[in-house]
């Protein structure tokens, strides 16, 4: 039977103090091992959403890109048009119908359509009339827009709509 504390302690084993710092300094470390892990996956699933956004970003931008070079296409299938038939088109199937790919009159963003053409213009026309636009906001709010000197401006739905307005007054008042 036990008699005293000490005994106790000494049947069961003495702390050895060493062993106890050791331990101490082994779950300090462990510690600060786990943080350290804890903010590198933090880190990473931060870096990795914004490499997510940067990518969206970039698709969004390229769209807008391919949609402006569709753009300059139909700009530069016009002006062969034109060269050819000594006017432009009455209407952008008719560039179709003359070889154009159709392909090229539809904006490639996933909301994008069908470009909108003001027909009624010759090469004597303000080279600040809309020729080509879209009427759908595709690029973040923004819209292409094609002028007659083959300039290509992305505004809001608003700028492009009165953009157009102004083109449709100088054609009419020119009749």
């Given at each position: 039977m036990i008699k005293s504390k000490k005994e106790f302690l000494g049947q069961r084993g003495s702390v050895d103090v060493g062993k106890l710092v050791g331990i101490v300094i082994s779950l300090i470390i462990l510690g600060l091992f786990c943080f350290a892990a804890w903010w590198v996956i933090k880190s990473t699933s931060d870096a990795g959403s914004q490499y997510g956004e940067a990518l969206v970003d970039t698709k969004r931008k390229?769209?807008?890109?391919?949609c402006q070079l569709n753009l300059r296409s139909i700009?530069?299938?016009?002006?062969?048009?034109?060269?050819?038939?000594?006017?432009?088109?009455?209407?952008?199937?008719?560039?179709?119908?003359?070889?154009?790919?159709?392909?090229?009159?539809?904006?490639?963003?996933?909301?994008?359509?069908?470009y909108v053409y003001i027909p009624g213009q010759d090469e004597d026309s303000s080279g600040k009339n809309v020729l080509v636009y879209e009427a759908n906001a595709a690029h973040d709010g923004r819209c292409n827009l094609l002028r007659l000197d083959g300039q290509i401006e992305l505004l809001t739905a608003d700028q492009v709509q009165a953009e157009a307005a102004k083109t449709r007054v100088r054609l009419r008042d020119r009749r």
């Open positions: 390229a769209l807008a890109l391919q700009w530069q299938n016009l002006r062969m048009y034109a060269a050819d038939n000594e006017s432009f088109p009455p209407s952008l199937e008719a560039l179709v119908q003359w070889g154009a790919d159709p392909q090229l009159l539809r904006c490639p963003a996933p909301d994008g359509q069908e």
